[in-house]
Structure formats: C-alpha cells, structure tokens
C-alpha cells in the first residue's frame, strides 16, 4: 500500500493555500492605477512600465530556486514577505511626497514582485515534495487561490474603515502588510514531510474541493454585489474569511484519526505477541513475500515510466522548452497583460466600478485555477492516468483568442463576458504551467526550472503592454485620457491573432510530448488507482484477526 498525505502534509498545504490566497498583491494594480497616474503625473506607457514592473522581478526570480535548495522553505517564505514589506511600504510612506521619483516606483515595485517569486517557489515545492503522487491536485488546489488575490484586496479595502479615503495609499499599505502577517502565522507548517502514513485520504480531497467551490461561489457572489453598501461589504469580507480559514478542519481532522489509528495499532500488536512462533514465523514470510514481489515492480524498467531530468543549460537548448516559453507567453501572460489594463480599458469606456470588474477577473480566474486539479483528481481516480498538461494548455488558448475578438463590440455585455473567459483561462494555464514543467523536463531542478520559463511574463508583460499603451497615447491625441472603444480595438485584435499563434505553438508542443505527457509512473497509478489486497496480505490479516 502507498504513503498517503498525513495531518502534517495538509497543513503544510493550508499554509500554502493561504500564501497564495495573499500572494497577488500586484493583481489589484488595475483598481488604483488611475489614481497614481494622477497623483504622480505620469503618462500611459509610464504607468504601463510600472505594471511592467512587478513583472520585471520575476527575471531573477530563479534566485528563490537556488535558495530554496539550501535555506529552510519559512526562511524562503520570509525573504519574499520581506521584499514585499518594503517594495510596497516604501512607497506607501512616500507617495504624496515628491521626492519618490517615477525610477524609485519602479525599482520598488519591480522589489515587490521578486517577492512574489519567493513565496511561489515555496508553495510549489511543498505540495510537489509533500503530497507524492497526488502532487498535481495539490498544487492546482493551491494556485487557485491565488486567483482570489485581487478579490481579497478589494473587500479588505471596502469593508476596512479609513482605507477608502486614497484608493493608492489603501492598496499599498495592504500590500505591504497582509503578506508578511500570514507568513508570520503559517510559518510552522512550511516544511517538507515524508510520506509515511498508509491512510488513504480521498476524503480529504473530497472535502477540500466543496470548501474550494464554496469560496469560489462566495466571491463570485460578492464580485457581483459589489456596489452594495459598506455593512454588506464588511459582512461579505466577515464570510469570505471564515470559508478561507475553514480548511484548516482538515488536518485537525487527520490529527485526530492519526491518534485513533496509533491506539487500534497498539492493541493490534498487543494481539501479535499473544501469537505462538509458528504464526509469528508465517507471518514473517508472508511480510517478506509481500515486499518482494513490491520490491520487484518498483524495479521493472516496464513498470515505471522513464522521465528525463533537465536543467541548467541544457534546459535553453531544448527545443521544447521555447516552444514552451513562447506558448506560454502568447496565452498565459498576454491575459495578465489584459488583467493589468482592465483599469484603463474600464475607463475608456466609460466604465464607472473598475473594481468589480477587477473581482470579477479575480473570481473567474479563481474557478479557471481550481479547475486543473479537479479533473486530474479524478481522471487519476478513474484510470490512473492525468490529463496533459500541454493537451490542457493548448485546449484553454482558443476560448481565450475568441475572447480578445468578441471585445470589438463595444458592449459592457461583452466586455463582462470576455473579461470572465479570459479570467478563467488565464487562470487555468498559469496553474497547469506548474505541473507541465515538471511533466516536460522532470522534479529534480523544478525550484530554478520553472522560475527561469516564467521569465516570460516581464518579457511579455512589456512586448504586449507596450504595444498597447502606444496605441492607447496615440489615441489619445495629446489627451491624458483616450475614451472610447476605438482604443483599445486594435490592440484587441494584435492579442486575439497572438495567442492563435501560441494556440498553435502549444499544439505541436503537445503532438511532441504526448509519449510520456500525462502518464503517470507505476508507483503514483497504483497509488491512484488504490491498494489491491493480495493473497499474502490476506492471510496476514486473518492472522492478526
């Protein structure tokens, strides 16, 4: 029988789902962006380099790799709080003075968003490390939450009295603090457990998800009610917290079945030496027997699947991994690249509440999010095998390019609607991206390999940002502001024929990779498939019985 996840592993998961849950503080940019650019008289292509910014950090994001092969994962978790801390508090500080110049915003942020890196890097590494063969679910489970980032900031700023006086100043100091609170709080759980409890726990899985849709429903809910008064936005806020604490029922629940579980083992041994030395000699055999014949499948070249472990430079001469890099930067950071603008494609048409179509984003990249691990949870359950990665990318991409052409109609209707979908897929893909870089080039360099293929998003972000911010200032003409639909509708169709292309990037990738994409290894389908009682083990426990 297979370890299974114990009280100590989904801890170490509800402290990475709370990371996440805080880990976007650059999400809520699109909400107070247009009252910097007042206060700090800068241009569109200025504020769009700041939006860039935060983006720019995750180039020497491969440094929480490294250090994570050598520092405790609190330490790493600390070092991203920590750059947060002062990246946003800085400028909270100083934002009405003039003496924080524009490059000071933008080192700062660009700070703030390594920091970002940091904590990532952790929570991968504890659902990967922890959880085994169900590795994909719990990282899928995590990321989600990340989707919820902009919709927490949003709430905590409308339901906390005082902050809504400078939306600015309000997002920054939350952006400062928040981060650094909850890793002071899930500290202790943040690190890495071996598997040794045979305990199945599906049911945990089971509950996580209800919980998971839960929260999901709730800040949908929220998102829409949005413009309702500030006691329901308080009480909004009240509830949403209590769903996100609620998963914490779940390791204390293990904790609790672990130590019944010890008691009934003790008693079970108490009954073993009552046993005469012929049984207890029968017993040692068939233990043995049963290990051998384990011993003996783990160590058939047939029964596990081989996968090659890539890194370093050799990682760079990949085919594969530009393929990867640039389907990657035509989907998943073109529709962070859209989530950044929202505020001033909200306001070039006219577009009173930017803030809820910022939680609207949030809460629909939440589901998109969730949705990875749900499937891999039970495709893994049904047939042993997990659904590919790149397949899965490649499959999220088209919904997203009609999204970029349906906003040409100058509609809110529209707007709403392609907001949702390019939400949720963009959502999706940045989860599935996770597990796809192991699945192409392996576990063992995972910390510095994924960090140096999301140097695509600062690549991206300032390609796809600039492009757009040119075209909005051209628009403009000479204006501070550009209205209309007309400003943004070229840009929407660049977009739109940009990730087609990465639709089909991703495609050829998938044709490439589908001999070992998906697949899981022996040891993870048996763990997936659940434990066969075989004969030997079948008269053990007759025997203890």
Not at 105 to 113: K, N
């Amino acid at each position: 029988m297979s370890s299974s996840p114990s009280s100590a592993h989904w801890l170490s998961l509800v402290g990475s789902i709370w990371l996440q849950t805080i880990n976007g503080p650059n999400a809520d940019f699109p909400v107070y962006s247009s009252q910097l650019k007042d206060l700090k008289h800068i241009s569109q292509v200025q504020l769009n380099f700041l939006a860039f910014a935060s983006d720019a950090g995750k180039l020497f994001g491969w440094f929480s790799g490294v250090a994570a092969l050598y520092l405790p994962l609190w330490v790493v978790a600390f070092v991203g709080a920590a750059f947060g801390l002062v990246g946003y508090g800085v400028q909270y500080l100083f934002l009405d003075s003039a003496g924080l110049r524009y490059w000071h915003l933008f080192l700062l942020t660009s700070l703030a968003g390594n920091g970002i890196c940091w904590i990532n890097t952790v929570c991968y590494l504890l659902c990967i490390r922890n959880f085994g063969s169900s590795s994909r679910v719990a990282v899928s489970l995590a990321t989600s939450y990340l989707g919820l980032s902009a919709k927490v900031y949003t709430s905590l700023a409308d339901s906390i009295p005082g902050l809504a006086n400078s939306k600015a100043k309000a997002y920054l100091l939350l952006n400062a603090v928040v981060p650094m609170l909850v890793t002071v709080v899930v500290a202790p759980s943040l690190r890495v457990v071996d598997l040794t409890s045979a305990a199945s726990t599906d049911a945990a899985f089971l509950v996580m998800f209800a919980i998971t849709l839960a929260t999901g429903a709730c800040a949908v809910v929220g998102s829409i009610g949005s413009t309702s008064n500030g006691l329901s936005s308080r009480e909004h806020m009240v509830s949403l917290g209590v769903l996100l604490a609620t998963p914490i029922l779940i390791p204390l629940a293990l904790r609790i079945r672990e130590s019944l579980d010890k008691i009934r083992e003790t008693k079970r041994e108490n009954r073993i030496h009552d046993l005469g030395a012929d049984d207890a000699d029968a017993i040692d055999r068939v233990v043995a027997i049963d290990i051998a014949d384990a011993g003996s499948k783990a160590g058939d070249p047939a029964a596990e699947l081989p996968r090659e472990e890539v890194g370093g430079l050799r990682l760079l001469r990949k085919l594969d991994f530009w393929l990867y890099f640039f389907s990657y930067m035509f989907s998943g950071t073109l529709g962070l690249v859209f989530l950044n603008n929202l505020g001033q494609i909200a306001e070039s048409r006219r577009l009173a509440q930017t803030s809820t179509l910022v939680s609207l984003s949030s809460s629909f990249g939440f589901f998109g999010r969730l949705l990875p691990s749900f499937l891999d949870y039970y495709s893994a359950k049904r047939s042993g095998y997990s659904i590919s990665r790149t397949g899965s990318m490649a499959s999220l991409m088209a919904p997203m390019a009609g999204a970029f052409f349906l906003l040409l109609h100058p509609s809110d209707l529209f707007l709403y609607l392609s907001t949702a979908v390019i939400g949720t897929c963009t959502g999706a893909i940045t989860s599935v991206a996770v597990s796809a870089t192991s699945e192409l080039f392996g576990t063992k360099n995972f910390g510095v390999n994924h960090n140096v293929v999301v140097t695509n998003i600062p690549v991206g972000s300032l390609c796809f940002g600039y492009f757009a911010a040119y075209l909005y200032q051209r628009g403009a003409r000479g204006s501070h502001r550009c209205i209309g639909a007309g400003c943004y509708q070229e840009t929407f169709v660049v977009w739109g024929a940009t990730c087609a292309v990465g639709t089909l990037l991703c495609a050829v990738l998938y044709a490439r990779s589908r001999s070992f994409a998906g697949r899981l290894p022996a040891a993870a389908a048996a763990a997936a498939g659940g434990a066969v009682r075989t004969p030997c083990l079948a008269r053990l426990a007759n025997l203890v019985s």
